[in-house]
C-alpha cells in the first residue's frame, strides 16, 4: 500500500478519502498520525483550486511523500457567492458548525424560497512528485433550507436540501457520495490517479 499524506485533520474528509483511495491501493494517512506537523498553512488563495493547491504543496514539500488536499465550501447565490472561499471562517475563526449555519440562516431569513439557491464546490489537488500534479472539481446544486436538519455529515451539509427534498445530513454516507461535490470530486481523482499509478 502506497501512503498519501491527507492535509486535513478532518477525520470525516480523512475517511472519505481513505474509501476512495483504498481500491487504488492507497492509504489515506494525516500528517499528524505519521508524527509530522505541518504548521499553520495559510491559505491566501481567491479560489477553491489555489488553495488545495497551497495546502497540497506544504504538505508534499514537509513530508516528501505524494499529498491530497482539497478546499470546498458553500456558495449561496443571493449572498453574492458567499461564504465561498470563507466558508470555514465565516461565523469567525473558532465558530462551530453550529455558529455558522446560525449566521447563514440569520443573513437568508428574508430570502424568499425561490431565491435560495445554492451550491457546495470541491477542489482537489494531489502532488504524487515535483513533475506529477492532478487535480480535480465537483459541484453539488441545491437549495437553502430554513433550519438544521438531520445528523449525518458536517459543515453546511443539514441546511442544504438536495433535490429530493432531503438535507445532505440525511442521507446516508453512501447516499452522499453520489450527489456530493467531494464525491464528484473524488471520482475524478480516482479515474485520474489510477492512470498515473498504473
Not at 483550486?49 to 482539497?70: H, M, Q, S, V, Y
Request: aromatic share 6%; net charge negative; proline share 3%.
Amino acid at each position: 500500500m502506497t501512503k498519501f499524506i491527507i492535509a486535513s485533520n478532518n477525520q470525516n474528509k480523512v475517511k472519505e478519502l481513505d474509501r476512495i483511495l483504498n481500491p487504488l491501493g492507497v492509504t489515506a494517512v494525516t500528517a499528524k498520525s505519521e508524527g509530522i506537523s505541518l504548521g499553520d498553512v495559510e491559505e491566501t488563495g481567491t479560489t477553491f483550486a489555489e488553495n488545495a493547491e497551497i495546502k497540497a504543496r506544504a504538505a508534499f514539500e514537509r513530508t516528501g511523500l505524494p499529498a491530497i488536499a482539497d478546499d470546498s465550501g458553500l456558495s449561496v447565490d443571493a449572498l453574492d457567492g458567499a461564504p465561498g472561499v470563507y466558508s470555514a471562517r465565516y461565523a469567525g475563526e473558532n465558530a462551530t458548525d453550529a455558529d455558522r449555519i446560525a449566521k447563514l440562516l440569520e443573513n437568508m431569513k428574508d430570502i424568499p424560497e425561490d431565491k435560495r439557491t445554492a451550491h457546495f464546490n470541491c477542489s482537489i489537488c494531489c502532488i504524487i512528485d515535483e513533475n506529477t500534479v492532478i487535480k480535480a472539481e465537483g459541484k453539488c446544486f441545491g437549495v437553502i433550507g430554513y433550519e438544521p436538519k438531520g445528523s449525518n455529515g458536517f459543515g453546511y451539509d443539514p441546511v442544504f436540501i438536495t433535490d429530493g427534498g432531503r438535507s445532505f445530513a440525511e442521507l446516508s454516507s453512501e447516499e452522499k457520495d453520489k450527489l456530493s461535490h467531494r464525491g464528484k470530486a473524488l471520482r475524478e481523482l480516482s479515474q485520474k490517479l489510477s492512470e498515473v499509478l498504473k
